[in-house]
């Protein structure tokens, strides 16, 4: 692997700067899209993930809803079923007491 940094030296007098050969440019750059490729990644996985909870969560919500719905729908059934049956048991007692008489 090339260093990163050519030591080739430009400038004058007792100032001196260094510039990096093209080819070490070229691995600095390739290192730092790697690095982005990581993060962003990264970043992927965690939205993914974030997602993943919040459908989780709802489907448990909706299941709930949904047993919520059912558990409803049972009792005013019964409710229903209740009214029905009091409402035979006094038109019975009604009838009996019509024909007793």
Known sequence: MAPL?????????SVLFQK??????RELKRQKRKQSNRESSMRSR?????NLQVILIFRK??????????V???AIGKTKTTEKADR??????SFQTINCD
């Open 46 to 50: 965690m939205h993914k993930k974030i």
């Open 20 to 25: 990096p050969e093209p080819q070490d440019e």
């Open 61 to 70: 919500l909706g299941d709930t809803t949904a047993i919520r719905e059912s």
């Open 5 to 13: 940094i050519n030591h080739r030296l430009f400038g004058s007098g």
């Open 72 to 74: 409803r729908g049972t």
């Open 88 to 93: 035979a048991t006094v038109e019975q007692v």
